[in-house]
């Protein structure tokens, strides 16, 4: 008899206990806060994914016009990185990311210029380009494409008639800063910007070496390195390391290039929440420190080129030239995601040797770099660059 009664009473068990599961996981998943905090942050995060997933299934199902869930999905992650209102964080969908971070190419002579009243000033040009080939300079003044006069027309409108397909001729009238003008034919050619440009200058009949820095990227700090030895043994009595326009880029890659220059020492400290409070020091192999050095910077130099001009002016190393720089004192990492895309957000601070940190605070623009020797106007032309060559001139012994 007893037997009989638990077969029943097991029994009703098995029928009763599945509803009184359902009804209370029905009544806990409106009331999470009652659940152990393991079990409830879990519950939470499920059900805010799940809440994404419905959004995202019902707008491709009930909207006027067709949308794919892939163009949603991307549409809530940007929107999500926007919400943190930081300028520096942002989501890269595949196709950005797949182009991310590629050096930039175009069809043309190979120069970079600055709009004048009366055509285009020659700033920069590009290693192994036509443009240098045909003996273009820096501070040559391109007056007059194929015959027609640059006076007063449009940059954009100026140098888009540099351009064109590779293989063509371009005839340049081009006036140098002393002497007559003269006529030169180049043949252009698919350009992909150099990170790192340098060129030897004399300045009153002492060699100078010139090192451009363009961005931060995976190699950069090789190419630097290259680029000064280079220099040194060509002569070089003193180096102007140019990092005006310098948007910043990697980390690793600014504690490099930063060791090119100081033997020791600290570079740059990083603190951020998710991870531990690091200190990137000097490498090694620096070239002597009796080689003078000129930084020349400007409002966009920013992150790790402020980073490796204050461990430069923090350590003694170099006299920096121009104007206050950024202020940015947060860096960024690259994440990429299952998707094919990425975000890069911002996930710390850093701290030049000194302990300065160059932002306003967060993600605000704080006041950067103040140089030494103030470059008020024309910072970016060649103006600047003529201030830092003597500058650099009287601290060569």
């Known amino acids: ?73 991307n549409s809530s992650i940007a929107g999500m990185i926007s919400s943190l209102h930081d300028p520096y964080s942002t989501y890269l969908s595949p196709k950005e990311y797949t182009s991310f971070d590629q050096p930039a190419s175009f069809a043309g002579i190979g120069v970079s210029v600055d709009p004048k009243t009366a055509g285009l000033e020659v700033v920069r040009v590009f290693n192994s380009s036509p443009a240098q080939r045909s003996g273009l ?64 200058r004399t300045v009153h009949g002492v060699k100078l070496g010139w090192v451009y820095l363009a961005t931060f990227s995976e190699g950069s700090a090789g190419e630097v390195h290259a680029a000064v030895e280079k220099l040194l043994k060509q002569g070089a009595r003193g180096l102007v390391f140019d990092l005006r326009a310098d948007g910043g880029g990697l980390v690793s890659e600014a504690r490099l290039i930063a060791s090119i220059f100081i033997p020791s020492g600290t570079i740059v400290t990083t603190r951020g929440r998710s991870q531990p409070t690091i200190v990137l020091t000097a490498a090694g192999g620096a070239i002597p420190s009796s080689v003078p050095m000129v930084v020349l910077v400007d409002h966009d130099t920013a992150s790790a080129s402020e980073i490796v001009t204050a461990a430069l002016q923090d350590h003694h190393r170099a006299t920096v030239v121009g104007t206050h720089t950024y202020g940015k ?23 030049t040797p000194n302990g300065r940190n160059l932002g306003g605070g967060g993600v605000h623009e704080g006041a950067g770099i103040t140089p030494e020797v103030s470059v008020p106007s024309g910072v970016d032309r060649e103006h600047g660059l003529e201030v830092a060559l003597h500058t650099l001139l009287a601290k060569v012994k």
């Open 137 to 200: 300079k820096a501070g040559d003044l391109i007056v007059a494409v194929n015959s027609r006069p640059l006076h007063g027309v449009p940059a954009d409108t100026s140098t888009a008639l540099i351009k064109g397909q590779p293989g063509t001729d371009v005839r340049l009238t081009v006036k140098p800063p002393h002497g007559a003008a003269r006529t030169l034919t180049v043949t252009r050619a698919l350009i992909s910007e150099p990170v790192v440009a340098s060129m030897m």
């Open 1 to 73: 008899m007893a037997s009989r009664a638990r077969q029943v009473l097991f029994a009703a068990l098995a029928v009763l206990l599945p509803v009184v599961l359902l009804v209370l996981g029905i009544w806990l998943g409106g009331h999470p806060s009652k659940l152990p905090s393991f079990l409830r942050n879990d519950l939470v995060a499920n059900h805010e994914t799940q809440v994404v997933n419905e959004a995202i299934e019902r707008v491709s199902h009930d909207y006027y016009r067709p949308v794919s869930k892939s163009a949603l999905a």
């Open 329 to 351: 004192g947060v860096f960024q990492e690259l994440e990429p995601l299952s998707g094919g895309g990425a975000i890069k957000i911002t996930v710390g601070e850093y701290f």
